[in-house]
């Protein structure tokens, strides 16, 4: 039986990219501006997946209106909270069982970030009959994530949740795949974690001490979780590398002095004046206004930005950002509707701001 259904994650709280998740669902910030779960759905269609599954925080109308019902990528998605609060991965998946039924299926944590396929990966689970099939990668910082063990013969015995003392530099990279019903059956007998969670790593100990058949199959390309805002910034500039000419359309005005090198998109709408200099790697969006600027490489503008003055580069701009003095930025995440100004009036006596929680300035 293929694999046509899928469940990935919408949800959570992304507090370590505070203050910019306070009001934006880390899942739609955008990598090379395409928010973030477009390219874990594009992923799933690619690999054949016909009905998705996303899971929602309570009250979430954001991701629905963003995504839609799937008609864009000629596939079905619905949506779902995860009732009773977070508890844990393992239970945003038994959430779904409803929708899964007694069918194999894919589960990807959508802000998890590949630059290959995960096609390979659906079809070894296909030919090798697995229950469960998880695909590895080498990190440097195997304790922040799941972490197999293997044996003498490189067979995987168990797999460990965030382990002090990691025993090898494989981390459980967000991508699984699973038989019919073998993960209800597994979370019907596994308990609680010390920290109150239902762990996705408790399912897969159980799976391999149970003579389940749980595979692996490592993800060679690059891969990142995305959870600080320097991963966002690499996961953007690796994704704009991976484009490819055709992906950097001109649809905008942009005036004959303007200095372009490389690859560099405008939307439709945005006009780039005389005395402005992009090196690309470089998307800006619909309706924008760079004057006098500098722009690239690794930089994304969201629709409705206007960059007058700045030099910019290896940072993601969100929409309707006004940025206009003359300073220079760079490995910078600027969230929606930010105004960075010159006060030029008059010579003021300070800095005025108006900054969240959790924010930081760097002067």
Not at 57 to 80: A, R, S, V
Not at 132 to 159: M, S, W, Y
């Amino acid at each position: 039986m293929r694999i046509r259904k899928a469940i990935l994650t919408g949800g959570g709280r992304a507090t370590r990219l505070y203050p910019i998740t306070t009001t934006t669902n880390k899942h739609l910030l955008p990598l090379a501006n395409k928010p973030m779960i477009f390219h874990a759905i594009e992923k799933a269609v690619e690999a054949g997946i016909d009905e998705i599954f996303i899971n929602v925080n309570p009250g979430e109308t954001d991701l629905q209106k963003y995504i839609g019902d799937g008609g864009h990528w000629n596939i079905k998605i619905k949506f779902y909270e995860q009732r009773g609060g977070p508890q844990g991965i393992a239970h945003v998946v038994k959430e779904a069982q409803d929708f899964i039924g007694n069918e194999p299926f894919l589960f990807y944590l959508s802000d998890n970030i590949i630059l290959g396929g995960i096609k390979d990966t659906v079809d070894e689970f296909n030919q090798g009959k697995y229950d469960c099939l998880l695909a590895l990668a080498e990190v440097p910082d195997p304790q922040r994530f799941g972490v197999p063990l293997f044996n003498e013969n490189k067979e995987l015995i168990d797999v460990l949740e965030k382990p002090a003392n990691p025993p090898n530099n494989f981390a459980v990279a967000g991508i699984y795949l699973y038989g019919p019903k073998v993960f209800f059956k597994a979370f019907d007998n596994i308990a609680r974690s010390a920290r109150g969670e239902y762990e996705i790593s408790s399912i897969h100990s159980y799976l391999l001490k149970n003579n389940h058949k749980v595979g692996y199959k490592e993800i060679t390309g690059w891969w990142k979780d995305t959870g600080l805002a320097g991963d966002l910034l690499v996961a953007n500039k690796l994704l704009l590398d991976k484009l490819g000419a055709p992906d950097f359309p001109n649809h905008g005005a942009v005036d004959p002095g303007t200095q372009i090198i490389g690859k560099v998109r405008v939307g439709i709408g945005s006009r780039v004046a005389k005395g402005v200099k992009i090196v690309g790697p470089v998307i800006i969006a619909e309706n924008c206004i760079l004057e006098n600027c500098e722009v690239g490489p690794y930089v994304t503008v969201g629709q409705g930005t206007e960059i007058k003055q700045a030099k910019i580069n290896n940072s993601i701009i969100l929409e309707n950002c006004e940025i206009n003095c003359d300073i220079k930025i760079t490995g910078s995440l600027i969230g929606k509707g930010v105004k960075i100004i010159k006060k030029h009036h008059q010579e003021a006596e300070g800095h005025r701001m108006v900054v969240g929680d959790k924010t930081v300035i760097e002067i």
